[in-house]
């Protein structure tokens, strides 16, 4: 990322770019900027791999991701855990480039997505995105569009037809298993859903699009536990079609979801294996004393 | 970052729970003491009395076990603290079986009657046996205790010992000759060696969970099915 953009801070800052009307996608894709078109990425089950080539952060002084270089598989769950302030938002942030949005903030680095650098100069923002879904921590539904509508709203913006946005939707609300609950509401308003219910809307919103990857950043750190157990089953199915990364402060969640847990401290990335090893058996002694409970 | 220490009472529960589970292999080795002298002197009583004690034993597995049982449920403990939870339940386990094995022993003694021994040499093997026993009770609390994985190892060698004074009490029994009475009696103390030889086993096994709470990896020490050389 350096190497190409000396002036990165600068890069963070640039406006981001309107969408580009084209035709309907069926697929992910990250459109170049002067190329003919979007360009159609590989489909299958090595489609999604992720990439961190010592990614730096900065919030101003504050230097918040210190050098992590790390995959994440495709049709895998990867956990993000460390304590407060370790970073592992940020990280997260970078690899849709949400991160940039925020006044001061800067990234250097790599990342890559299926070998394509996020941060060229050539690649468009709203693309990434689109590419790289995300989730927050708290349902955050379009309060006053229908369910059918929260769930189309990204599609929409790529002219896809009505009967297209439909099939999409509803799709969608299928694979975030929600269709059997909202299939005779679609009309209604999806601020109108339980807690639980609204954050799987907004898992089919961000699976609509037809991500390679989805982000998730505590995304059941505002659920009660039955829509908690919910979500998690929904991330071992989507597993099968997107890459799964998810932040969580829930060590037992970690446990539950991820094929491999990431350990982060102090900005630092200090260990990274097997869910089961991290939790049983973890190489470094700091991941042992946090994962122990011995602090935090 | 600073990191805070937190847990400070579960840590403590669990040291609490290690303390009591090794405390059981004292009262192991108290049972295996008075089992030793019952047997030396056809002591019915006291063989009685480890065998009503055996309760105690008991008692400490149920409370200590569903305290961890208790641990795992409500503060879902991981690594080498799961690791640690796993290995005291098998401790727990073997520490009841060794107290199974006096009382096994002590039931015995009642068939051989209070007539004096048929044959001093064996009694002598077998007290020698559970003398060794106890030093592996005793090695196996420390290795444990000090997460000291060369003593835990050491207790293959010290079983070894166990295992061949056992050896000599079964050539001592094939020799005892064509009395019945006798050959009854040696047959009786030969299930009290056997008895023994377990409780020792015990004691290795223990060891195999030292190694496991250390390395994270469980290999036994010797592999009865496939003996090495």
Known sequence: MDSRHPTQSQTMTEPTPEPQASAPQRGPAISIAGSSGPRPLKKGRDVGNVQLKDLNAHYGANHAVRGVSLDFDADRVTAIIGPSGCGKSTMVRCINRMHEEISG?????????????????????????????????KPNPFPTMSVLDNVTAGLRLTGA????????????????????????????????LSGGQQQRLCI???????PEVLLMDEP???????????IEELIGELKQRVTVVIVTHNMQQAARVAD????????????????????TNPDDDRTEQYVTGKFG | MTPTETRTQYQEELERLEASALDGLDMVSTALQ???????QQDVELAQLVVADDDRIDGRYLEVHQSLITLLATQSPVATDLRLISALLHVLKNVERMGDQCVNI?????????????????VKLILSMGGQARALISQAKRAFAGRDVELARDLVIQDDMVDELNRDCFRLA???????????????????????ERIADNAVDIGEQVAFVVTGLFREFEDASHPAG
């Open chain 1, 161 to 192: 037809s009505r009967g297209e946005l439909e099939d999409r939707g509803h799709e969608a609300l299928v694979g975030a298993g929600l269709w059997d609950e909202v299939k005779d509401r679609l009309k209604a308003p999806g601020a109108g």
């Open chain 1, 204 to 210: 089919a919103r961000a699976l609509a699009v037809e």
């Open chain 2, 106 to 122: 002590c039931k015995m003694i009642p068939l051989s009657g209070n007539e004096p021994p048929a044959d001093p040499e064996m």
């Open chain 1, 105 to 137: 903030a800067r990234a250097s680095g790599q990342v890559l997505l299926d070998g394509l650098d996020l941060y060229d100069k050539a690649i468009d923002v709203v693309a990434v995105r689109r590419a790289v879904g995300m989730v927050f921590q």
């Open chain 2, 34 to 40: 008075r089992t030793l002298e019952a047997v030396e």
């Open chain 1, 220 to 230: 059941c750190s505002a659920l009660d536990p039955v829509a908690t157990l919910k």
């Open chain 2, 174 to 196: 094939l020799e005892i000759g064509d009395d019945a009475d006798r050959r009854e009696w040696a047959m009786t103390m030969l299930l009290g060696a056997r008895a023994i």
């Open chain 1, 260 to 279: 491999t847990t990431v350990f982060m401290l102090g900005g630092e990335l200090v260990e990274v294996g097997p869910t089961d090893k991290m939790f």
